[in-house]
């Protein structure tokens, strides 16, 4: 593909970790073909018909050139469905060779589809405005049976950063054994909440189908993402402490000290971020005595060096060749990871983002080794890992067990099938996969995850 363009913007759940990432974790990163459709609607919303054609291939040129393509939009369209307003959510199929992107436009009177369609050559050589189809809605997994838990609201932690939270535990008296849920980078709600997904809402529920407690809750940068924002000075002193593991351990010890749930069998795992960051945690939760740690995609290399990475392989989605404005754009990020190394403690209280993140939060997390870290931690760990992960790979499963293998009490489980969020899938992932398709976490994840906890 000679011309491709992407979004610089990450999926909320990959590691690229903001203490307060201005993008909401809903917003995922778009392939190229998408915003070249976007940016096909762009030219024709600003009355530039021969930009918005010049990537039509020699049929569309012959049957839908300039001149027909302006009628369509500035008179038959319009009187129809009324003037045209913004664009909406897209989403990507595939029909006989042919890559087709649908976003979501807006009219006055009417809600249409733009349906885009691409050869192989990456030229456009379809176009039509259909009614859209109904968006993907959540569904609780088939392995998950309300009949055997009863769910309560909870606050974790008091005072000015309090969080409101879900414990969902089994019926009975127990006691049962439980499960602290951290989340993955970006404002995230207690159940992970990525378009129609709920991965921690999965979790919580097939686990206590299965006898385990488990508590999930909203992330700080969620709850309290406006205030954080509103002051960049309180933004600027935040690191993965405060927005993440504080909040780990205040959850904990409430599960700890709930009536029905055993103390000495209370577990945490984290997720993306909380997986990167679950030596840490295990570190700092040694007086708790918790029983054990589990990482469901946790990320072993740097953070910054990781999003030259993740952005590397979304460009690349269009093909082999990177058009000059692609190019420029991943420079850009280059260039912001090489100032977040440059940076030093001078620049702690600095205000300046990077890459989505403040001074503070870089330089806490310089020279952060999970591996070598977990190395230190006492208790059982269970590394679990998803093979279609782009985000988090398998490479770093392999460093996990070069660090831990040796050690009885740590267990490691590849799944070839699934991604970032323990779905289920194949060929090639695209970000939209996240956001337009339903899913649920695997059944045999909930089963190991099940059993690894039933073993201590």
């Known amino acids: 593909m000679k011309r491709a363009t992407t979004s610089i913007l990450l999926i909320g759940l990959i590691c690229a970790a903001s203490a307060a990432f201005a993008v909401q974790n809903q917003t995922a990163a778009e392939d190229a073909l998408t915003v070249r459709a976007r940016e096909f609607l762009f030219a024709l919303e600003k009355g530039d018909y021969q930009s ?36 909406g959510p897209a989403r990507r199929e595939q029909l006989q060779g042919y890559e087709i992107v649908l976003i979501t436009c807006s009219f006055e009177k009417a809600l249409l589809d733009a349906r885009v369609v691409f050869d192989k050559e990456g030229k456009i050589a379809g176009l039509n405005f259909v009614p859209p189809a109904p968006p993907a809605k959540y569904e609780p ?23 409101p939270g879900t414990l969902t535990k089994p019926k009975g008296d ?20 990525l378009g129609p997904n709920k991965p921690f809402k999965d979790l919580a529920w097939g686990l206590a189908t299965r006898g385990i407690a488990v508590l999930r809750y909203e992330k700080r940068n969620k709850a309290y993402q406006k205030k954080i924002l509103a002051d960049p000075k309180l933004e600027a002193a935040m690191t993965v402490k405060d927005e993440t593991i504080d909040d780990a351990l205040l959850a904990a010890a409430l599960l700890q000290n709930t009536k029905g749930i055993d103390p000495k069998r209370v577990f ?22 918790i029983a054990g740690f589990i990482s469901m995609a946790g990320l072993t290399r740097p953070l910054d060096d990781t999003i030259i990475r ?31 190394k440059a940076l030093t403690d001078a620049d702690k209280g600095s ?10 939060y870089w330089l806490d997390l310089r020279g952060y080794d999970p591996p070598e870290t ?10 679990l890992q998803g093979e279609r992960d782009y985000q988090v790979q398998t490479v770093d499963l392999e460093n996990w067990k070069k660090a831990l293998g040796s050690r009885k009490d740590v267990e490691f489980h590849l799944y070839p099938k699934l991604n970032h969020l323990f779905y289920e899938g194949e060929g090639v992932l695209v970000p939209l996969e996240y956001m337009q398709k339903h899913g649920s976490v695997a059944p045999y994840v909930v089963d190991d995850i099940a059993a690894w906890i039933g073993k201590h």
């Not at 039509?56 to 045209?84: S, Y």
């Not at 977990?374 to 269970?382: F, G, I, R």
Request: glycine share 10%; charged share 25%; proline share 7%.
């Open 52 to 87: 918005a054609t010049r990537d039509f291939d020699a049929t569309m040129l012959k049957v839908f050139g300039p001149d027909r393509i302006e009628a369509m939009w500035a008179k038959q369209l319009p009187a129809q469905v009324g003037a045209f307003k913004q664009q």
């Open 141 to 163: 997994p088939a392995y998950a049976d309300p009949a055997k838990f009863e769910e309560t609201e909870v606050t974790v932690g008091s005072g000015e950063w309090a969080l």
């Open 174 to 193: 127990g006691p049962f054994p439980g499960l602290v849920l951290v989340h993955g980078s970006g404002p995230n709600d207690r159940d992970e909440t």
């Open 268 to 289: 945490i795992l984290g997720h993306s971020l909380g997986g990167f960051l679950l030596p840490r945690i295990a570190l700092a939760a040694e007086p708790r005595k």
């Open 310 to 340: 993740q952005m590397t392989y979304l460009y690349g989605l269009a093909g082999n060749t990177l058009s000059d404005e692609d190019r420029k754009r991943l420079q850009d990020i280059k260039d912001a990871v090489a100032k977040v």
């Open 351 to 360: 205000t300046m983002k990077l890459l989505g993140a403040m001074p503070a």
């Open 374 to 383: 977990a190395k230190s931690v006492k208790k059982p760990m269970l590394f």
